[in-house]
């Protein structure tokens, strides 16, 4: 499925942005679809994922509570809320689609929840949140 991120910006600290994930053509209720971001010189890290089955969500602990994960129905996205943003969320943000019933959380050695990037083979176009003043 080819995914198309969007709603990337300049954002002050503090400020909040909306991010949309859409597949032409393709439900996203068929999936479950999982948020990275990688900023520059860093590896593509996990943000949120959202089940296919339930709509259960799950967030990275440094997004926990000011993020926001959710599918709209009538635009046929899965959008992330971003609140409370910090310089440190700065990154190009991709979204990515995997037709598994569950998220593929694990959890890490120091307790932390995690999702490999290599669980996803679908993959959008990133877009670019900087949050600078």
């Known amino acids: 499925v080819q995914l198309q991120a969007s709603g990337g910006g300049l954002v002050q600290p503090g400020g909040s942005l909306r991010l949309s994930c859409a597949a032409p053509?393709?439900?996203?209720?068929?999936?479950?679809i999982a948020w990275f971001r990688q900023a520059p010189g860093k590896e593509r890290e996990w943000v949120s994922c959202?089940?296919?089955?339930?709509?259960?969500?799950y967030y990275a602990n440094s997004v926990k509570g000011r993020f926001t994960i959710s599918r709209d129905n009538a635009k046929k996205t899965v959008d992330l809320q971003m609140a409370y943003l910090k310089s440190e969320d700065t990154a190009v943000y991709y979204c990515?689609?995997?037709?598994?019933?569950?998220?593929?959380?694990?959890?890490?050695?120091?307790?932390?929840?995690?999702?490999?990037?290599?669980?996803?083979?679908?993959w959008g176009r990133g877009t670019q949140v900087t949050v600078s003043s």
């Open positions: 053509g393709v439900t996203l209720d068929d999936y479950n």
């Open positions: 959202i089940n296919r089955s339930d709509g259960r969500t």
């Open positions: 990515a689609a995997d037709e598994a019933n569950l998220c593929r959380v694990v959890i890490t050695p120091d307790l932390n929840l995690d999702i490999r990037k290599e669980e996803y083979d679908s």
